[in-house]
C-alpha cells in the first residue's frame, strides 16, 4: 500500500490501539508515541499496548506513561496498528489481542517483515520513526515538540547515533526537520548513549581493565562474573554495549564476551569486524544471530569456554 492509502484508512477510524513490540527500544517507542499524539490531534483516540516494561530512559517521551499490557485492553478499537514489528513473534502475548480486530495495520521498516495485517506499509527507512514521520505528513499532522523528540528518538537509537551504515542523507534531512521543530538532539543522545548509573559505571571499569586478548590481538575477551554485578549492586540488563569495547581497540578483528548467569553457564556474545563470520561460531553452540553480532550460552568453565572460542576464531583468520 502506498502511504496516502494508509493515511486515508488512518484517518477513517475513530479509535486506534498501538501496538509495540516486545524489549521495546527507542524505534518502537517513538514511533508509538508520535503517532498517538498525532492521531489524538486529528481526534482520533488513541492507546498504546506493549507486552513488556517500559525501560524507564525512555521516561522523558511524551505518552510513555500510557503503555498498559495487553491484558489491561477491556475496551473495543476500530484500527489496531504495530509500528517496528516484523513477525508476530515481535508482539510477545499481544498478538493473539492484534489478530482479533478487522482493521489491522502493519508499519515498519525491517525488509523480512511478514505483511501480517490487513493494511501493511514496510519501506526500509533506517528507523521506522522515519516511516512515521513520512505518514504523518500524509496526515497533514502539524509536528509539535513532542512528536519531534518522539521521531527523532527512533531515529538516532535505529542508526546508533548516526554511526550505523543505514544513515543515509534522507535520514539526516528529516533529523535535521526535527531538530528545526525543536526536537532536543543532545539530549536524547544524552538519555539514550551516554547517561548510565553509577553501578554500572564501576561494573564497566571493573570488566574492562580485565580485558585479556589472545591471537596476537586479534581477539578481545570480557568476563562479567556475577560476584562482580554484586558487588556494584548492579544486574545483567547494565553489560548491554559493553562488548563494543574490545572492537574499538586497533586489531581487533573479534570482540566475545562471556556474561556468567548460572553455576558454570555464560551468555556469550560475539562481535566481528567483518573477517569472521560469527554467526557460524554461535551456531556451533546453538546459538546464532547476523554476520557481524550473533550470540549463544555455553555451559562450563570460563577458561575452557574461552579456549574453545578462541580456537573457533582462529580457524577462521587463516
Ligand atoms: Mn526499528
Request: net charge negative; with cysteine; glycine share 8%.
Amino acid at each position: 500500500m502506498t502511504i496516502t492509502e494508509i493515511a486515508s484508512k488512518i484517518k477513517g477510524l475513530k479509535s486506534a490501539l498501538i501496538f509495540s513490540h516486545v524489549r521495546p527500544d527507542g524505534d518502537t517507542i517513538g514511533s508509538a508515541t508520535a503517532l498517538r499524539n498525532a492521531l489524538i490531534s486529528l481526534g482520533i483516540n488513541a492507546d498504546l499496548v506493549c507486552d513488556s516494561p517500559i525501560p524507564e530512559k525512555f521516561s522523558f517521551i511524551d505518552g510513555v506513561g500510557c503503555y498498559v499490557t495487553p491484558d489491561k485492553i477491556t475496551k473495543e478499537y476500530d484500527g489496531y496498528i504495530a509500528v517496528d514489528c516484523s513477525v508476530s513473534s515481535m508482539f510477545g502475548g499481544a498478538y493473539s489481542l492484534f489478530i482479533k480486530n478487522k482493521n489491522t495495520f502493519n508499519i515498519d521498516h525491517h525488509v523480512s517483515n511478514a505483511k501480517y495485517a490487513k493494511y501493511n506499509y514496510v519501506f526500509d527507512n533506517s528507523s521506522n520513526c522515519e516511516n512515521v514521520y513520512e505518514l504523518l505528513g500524509a496526515l497533514n499532522v502539524d509536528i509539535t515538540e513532542d512528536i519531534a523528540n518522539s521521531l527523532l528518538l527512533g531515529i538516532v537509537t535505529d542508526t546508533g547515533n548516526f554511526a550505523h551504515s543505514n544513515t543515509t542523507a534522507k535520514t539526516l534531512a528529516n533529523a535535521s526537520d526535527l531538530v528545526s521543530k525543536d526536537a532536543n538532539l543532545n539530549y536524547i543522545i544524552y538519555k539514550m548513549f551516554k547517561e548510565q548509573s553509577k553501578a554500572r559505571a564501576k561494573l564497566y571499569a571493573r570488566v574492562i581493565s580485565n580485558a585479556t586478548y589472545y591471537l596476537e590481538d586479534r581477539v578481545g575477551v570480557l568476563v562479567i562474573n556475577k560476584s562482580d554485578l554484586e558487588e556494584f549492586g548492579a544486574v545483567e540488563n547494565m553489560t548491554e554495549g559493553f562488548i563494543d569495547f574490545p572492537m574499538t581497540v586497533i586489531g581487533v578483528e573479534v570482540a566475545i564476551s562471556l556474561l556468567e548467569v548460572g553455576d558454570k553457564r555464560y551468555k556469550i556474545s560475539l562481535r566481528s569486524k567483518g573477517k569472521v563470520n560469527v554467526n557460524e561460531i554461535a551456531s556451533l553452540y546453538g546459538g546464532g544471530g547476523h554476520i557481524l553480532a550473533s550470540g549463544a550460552m555455553l555451559n562450563g568453565y570460563k577458561e575452557d569456554i574461552i579456549d574453545k572460542l578462541v580456537y573457533n576464531v582462529s580457524q577462521r583468520l587463516e
